[in-house]
């Protein structure tokens, strides 16, 4: 029988009795299962009580929403000088790239014309690899453009 419908099983018939608590237990297999009684063989995890959630240590922040009172009030504060410079870096650091990209652009670009112009026999498995690698520093270029429009 599954383990949950034996846990429902369990729930119901034991809800008339409020001093019995529900606890997770984990046997050495890491099977979980909640019961108002001892697991053999099986750790005992934590307690709960059977009418209440666990409690939470603080409410969980959606993805996106500003962070309120203590929380905000210990997060690192950064000056505008500071963030200047870190941005200048950025942008430096984006730019030296591009340029890096650019050159590795022209040298697969060589490596291309280089294998197709090659003999027939190795022409395909090195014309595919130049491609790739070709194709792999356009998206790389056009990845480190996006980056720095939006720095600017």
């Given amino acids: 029988m599954n383990r949950t419908v034996i846990l ?3 729930l119901v018939s ?3 009795c409020a001093a019995q608590q529900i606890c997770l237990w984990e046997d050495p297999q890491g099977h979980k299962t909640y019961a108002s009684v001892v697991v053999k063989g099986a ?3 934590r307690c709960f009580d059977q009418y209440a959630p666990p409690a939470r240590s603080s409410p969980p922040v ?3 929403s500003k962070r309120g009172g203590a929380e905000e009030a210990s997060f690192p504060k950064v000056d ?3 963030q200047k410079r870190r941005d200048d870096d950025r942008r430096r650091i984006l730019e030296q790239e591009l340029a890096e990209e650019r050159a590795s652009l022209e040298k697969a670009k060589r490596a291309l014309a280089q294998s197709e112009s090659a003999d027939s026999d190795s022409r ?3 014309s595919r ?3 790739e690698t070709l194709n792999s520093h356009e998206r790389n270029i056009s990845a480190i453009e996006k980056e720095l429009t ?3």
């Fill in 150 to 152: 939006r720095l600017r």
């Fill in 62 to 64: 959606a993805a996106g």
């Fill in 43 to 45: 750790r005992k995890v």
């Fill in 129 to 131: 690899n130049a491609r």
């Fill in 124 to 126: 395909s498995s090195a």
């Fill in 14 to 16: 034991s809800a008339p």
């Fill in 80 to 82: 505008t000088g500071t």
């Fill in 8 to 10: 429902a099983i369990s």
